[in-house]
């Protein structure tokens, strides 16, 4: 990734929810993206695994890469969302249910610990490959696997059957899927609730247009 200047997030609570929302959506558009094609742009894709990896960043910012315009999928995603326009709904459905699958691991502290565990042998990994190397994306996807995919609540991911048999593919759904976990615990910190997301649209709005 391109390193850009810090653009220094805003200090209101709403925009920092609004962007860690934006992570968790641009991991419902990138899931559906590949998915259906097998390919996602690199500069999205790779603000998720370095957020995933990155589990003690020394600001805010530095989760999503310093600029908002790393999460600019997301935020796309999230406008159509509050303007109420025609929103991928396969979309839709994998960004709400992470944020139902992040509140399940909350609650779970042997696996958010163990958890915790895997993430930091895989960022020793990830400085000796790189963060996007196939073996990273490998760990993470089996780390997702062993965590998450063991709860009740599950994601079931559509698209080219194909395609999401290939090789290194299911790794990279779950490597995605647990870049979206990262986004809706940030989230979650950050004071954001799934009720806010009816009841304060307008403020929503708001810190989107200022993000813009």
Do not use: C
């Amino acid at each position: 990734m391109n390193t850009t200047p810090i653009h220094r997030a805003p200090d209101s609570a709403t925009a920092r929810q609004t962007l860690a929302l934006a992570g968790v959506f641009q991991a419902a558009s990138l899931v559906d993206e590949l998915a259906r094609t097998g390919q996602v742009d690199n500069r999205p894709w790779e603000t998720l695994i370095r957020a995933t990896l990155d589990t003690n960043p020394e600001s805010f910012e530095a989760i999503y890469g310093g600029h908002p315009n790393n999460l600019r999928r997301g935020l796309e995603v999230l406008e159509a969302v509050v303007g109420r326009k025609q929103a991928n709904p396969a979309v839709l459905r994998y960004g709400f249910s992470l944020l139902l699958l992040m509140n399940k691991l909350r609650s779970d502290n042997d696996m958010m610990a163990a958890l915790g565990q895997q993430l930091n042998r895989i960022q020793g990994q990830a400085e000796h490959f790189g963060a996007t190397h196939e073996n990273v994306i490998a760990s993470l996807g089996e780390a997702y696997q062993e965590t998450l995919s063991t709860l009740k609540t599950r994601i079931v991911v559509q698209g080219d059957p194909s395609l999401l048999q290939s090789r290194m593919m299911p790794e990279r759904v779950r490597a995605i899927l647990l870049g979206g976990i990262r986004f809706a615990l940030l989230w979650h910190q950050q004071g954001g609730r799934r009720w806010k997301l009816v009841f304060q649209r307008g403020a929503l709005k708001h810190a989107l247009d200022q993000l813009g």
